[in-house]
């Protein structure tokens, strides 16, 4: 079950993150987690929950692939596996690389630009888009999954 947990380092809590079973966010992140009584992560909507194995695509048309949402961090392609190259802070295509086209604040393809009209999409194995994974509250296509957009307005802000 996924759920919406707070890291917290050293310097104090700064963002949360999704985690699912298996190796904790402590081990892969040495970060300290607190569970949140949010519940799990699911769309909005009475009782729908995100599949395993979303996934984001961003950059011209959204024909590039930028890692996994809903996958264990342990998986190469997730993108809280900061060993793999979509979770990695130094990745050219990783959200997560605040100098690159889809990590930076001022980025075009970046969900952490808030005015960007080009954000990545979510979507899943069979290609049902979820939405646009963006801080951009003026999108109609904002994904819709409860604790999101929580989660990436603290990850956006602890870059």
């Not at 966010?25 to 769309?43: N, S």
């Not at 011209?60 to 060993?83: M, W, Y």
Request: aromatic share 10%; hydrophobic share 35%.
């Amino acid at each position: 079950m996924k759920r919406l947990i707070s890291a917290c380092v050293v310097s104090g809590c700064f963002s949360v993150a999704l985690a699912g079973e298996g190796p904790s966010l402590e081990g892969a992140y040495g970060v300290r987690l607190i569970q949140d009584d949010l519940g799990p992560m699911h769309q909005e909507g009475p009782g729908v929950a995100p599949p395993e194995g979303l996934l984001v695509f961003g950059g011209d048309n959204n024909k590039t692939f930028l890692g996994c949402l809903v996958c264990p961090e342990t998986d190469r392609d997730s993108l809280f596996n900061r060993f793999g190259t979509y979770g990695s802070r130094f990745a050219a295509n990783s959200i997560l690389n605040r100098f690159g086209p889809f990590g930076g604040k001022f980025a075009p393809y970046s969900p952490c630009n808030v005015y960007s009209t080009t954000p990545p999409v979510i979507v899943d194995a069979d290609g049902e888009n979820y939405g646009e994974l963006t801080l951009n509250r003026d999108s109609a296509r904002q994904a819709k999954i409860e604790g999101l957009n929580a989660w990436l307005a603290a990850l956006c802000a602890a870059k």
